[in-house]
């Protein structure tokens, strides 16, 4: 078998060192829940780095599906005593394994659709085709990303409605993937960081001044990886940044006991808790209630880190757990087309609808 080379983890051999196997991440690891073995847990992971990093274990087939049923939620981050940040020290070890050949099929095909078609789908469309919309030079511009663009639309319909409706001058953007599923599974850095500055161009190009997101995933992209490859000349807002300063006018929703799923990408990566909040308690007559694990310490929906395309079945075990501290709730609330799409998939013949925040303040718009 050849020699692993090891290139990215030798930046985190020090940090390697310093977890303590306390196990402190074992009470919130979503996948550990899932899978029930140590080796899919955060200090599991990390040993399994150490390992790679002295040469005393191979990338088999087992450590690379411990390494990929990671769902990078950060929950054992905020949990560690010592301070590890283990979550980039999966996706520096993912890096590695993605040089030395160890990629995973549907990762692979993802990221190459990503570099072809400029979206993890594959789809030729053009945005402007598929939104109805044609960039032009505005103050405001609204980066759709690719789930909303040519898979959950009635989000980016949604948010599109919403902006028409406040009567703002908005763009769309001449967009490419934001680069978030290609960084998560481990793709050399250099061609993603090729992807920010094509985005970032075509935003200054147009002479945006604040840009909105309402995808999570994409979010975190501009507001915290961006800014570490390349220069961000503009505000970077989430929708529901953008919309709790918002006078809305709302119709009431009476009779739906409601709750709020925080994204992993928005809450525990960004700190943006309270915005979604606000938006919600501007909906009259709205009965809402928080789970018991919400803001810093929400669980996960397992939709993240390239887990779902990988290996479904983990995925839904771990929306299952997030969908039973919700049975009291009628609606699931949240501001992640990931998230809405992993727990309403899990969902089943469960009577709950799980729906992201702007579709139902489209619909409640005067």
Known sequence: MSEFKVDNLEEVRKAVNVCTMCGFCKSVCPSFKAIGWDTALSRGRITLTYGLLNGDIQPDDALVYNMYTCTTCADCVRRCPSKVNIVDIIELCRADLVKNGKMLPKHKAMCDNIFECGNPFGEKVSRQEALGRMPHNAKVGYYVGCTATYRSKKTAEATLSILDKLGEDFTTIDE?????????????????????????????????????????????????EYPKYVDVPFEVLHITEYLAKKDLKLKAMEGVKATYHDPCHLGRHCEVYEPPREVIKKIPGLDFKEMAFNRKTSHCCGGGGGVRSAYPEVSKDIATTRLDEASFADLIITTCPFCVNNLQAAAGDRKVQVRDLVEIIDELME
């Open 176 to 224: 490419v993937c934001c680069g978030s599923v290609a960084q998560r599974v481990g793709w050399p850095q250099e061609d993603i960081t090729a992807l920010f500055q094509k985005n970032v161009d075509a935003i200054k190009a147009l002479g945006v001044e604040t840009l909105v997101l309402a995808c999570a995933g994409c979010y975190r992209m501009f507001k915290i």
